[in-house]
């Protein structure tokens, strides 16, 4: 595999805390552009967390405290001139659970447009399309733009979450266990999507599926109580791990 | 208990239960009976449209009663509705829940002070503050219409809360992980989800302001006239039964009990309307 070293996210002596207790501890690692980061490791280890702070949806919770930097394109996200609103339009996210808004197809597509001022029909009429199809959703849907999204089953609603993300052309797309409530066949969708859509961004995906992340993962990263074990080529940590901790994981003798 | 046996138990529950709903059928009966003889004796369309009431004279039109309930009621909505509105959105959405906790029960409490104290409120301060400041006699269909905004913001705040609360935690996330702001996402998601609860309250709040009666008593002034402006003495359609039924004999007793009947079907409507809307809180279009 071409390997670019074009480092997208740079993560500095992250620790992460909810009412005191330390749940990320002292992460070092970058993430590159245009390929997909996969993060296993067993429930409670801190994927999520750390997922959640890279758009800053962690500060929705209360008792919770970031040190350390976390840099996107050399920019540290928490510094106090940037808006978190358009960090989080450039730092999408699809949740584990698939959640359209209560509005029809359409209107879940274009809601982030339409906070960003964007209102010319034609021009959201492209984007809904655009982003549907790269979602593998568009054919699915496209004659019922106008039903509401809460009709849809749960792997629609998902690439529906999925879609709505691209309609913002975000620069990284997160991804936490997206397919955690999925049949086969829609997970097979997401996967495919995403092994097209690394092509123009940065994704990092949160998998319990550790398969999935020996999928379609570049790169992965493995974690285990709030510390990240190992990081490297997909290939290399699901063949040769250099610590003992991934390979038990791996091989399914704890977790 | 276990005298009666769990038979027992449930049939006399379902007998208590019935008497609940037997009350409200036996009160809507009641009214009928003395009300719907003389709507049909008089004609139906004298007693609402003719601005005439001179009980002494034969004379039975309620039209100057309606246009005033309604006037004040619009009022009241004016005015309850939109910072009921604001107040619930505000401790919904952007105070900590145990700040809620606190101001929602008392905003409750409200709802429970005797309806004489607001109308003693609304004679003592609110009346003098209208005359001194637009003049008239004070006592008027603006202190009547202020006096009942106050009354129903408890109803309005309280079923707007409940419905903005049971808008999903998720739908907030999926906004705010756009790039919503709060107040984005306020305004373009979870009132839309929360409309019908919001709308239900409004509707629920009319229904009271409509049927609300010693408070509009003490502040209206209670002249039967036809209102043409929000500074002049008015008198509802429950002012009207509430001051005249205590001396009124033969056709003027069965005029008030027509009044009766017409308040009871606004408010029957009013209600369902209400328990409608309420029912499917959260809008699946």
Known sequence: MQQEKNIKIDIRHVNIFARDV??????????????????????????????????????????????????????????????????????????????ALPMSIYENIVYGLRLSGVSDKKRLDEIVEKSLSAAFLWDEVKDRLSLSGLRLSGGQQQRLCLARVLAMEPDVILLDEPCSGLDPISTTWIEDALTELKKKYTIILVTNNTMQAARVADMTAFFLMGELIEIGLTKQIFTAPVKKETSDYITGRFG | MKLLGEKGVERLLSVVAFSAISALGLIAVFIFIEGLPFLFKYGIKDFLLSSDWRPDAGKFGIYPMIAASFWVMLGAMLIGAPLGIAGAIFLAEFVPKTVMNIIKPAIELLAAIPSVIYGFIGVVVLAPVIRDLFGGPGLSLLAGAIILGIMIMPTVISISIDSLLAVPVSFREGSLALGATKWQTVHMLTTKAAKSGIVASIILGMGRAIGETMAVIMVTGNSVMIPHSPLESVRTLTANIALEMSYAIGMHREALFATGVVLFIVIIILNSIASVAIRKKVIVK
């Open chain 1, 22 to 99: 330390k749940i990320l501890k002292d992460l070092n690692f970058e993430v590159n552009s245009n390929q997909i980061l996969g993060i296993i490791g067993p429930a409670g280890s801190g994927k999520t967390t750390f997922l959640r702070s890279l758009n800053r949806m962690n500060e929705l919770e209360t008792g919770w405290r970031i040190d350390g930097q976390i840099l996107l394109d050399g920019k540290d996200i928490y510094d106090s001139e940037l808006d978190v609103n358009s960090l989080r339009k450039r730092v999408g996210i699809v949740f584990a659970l698939p959640v």
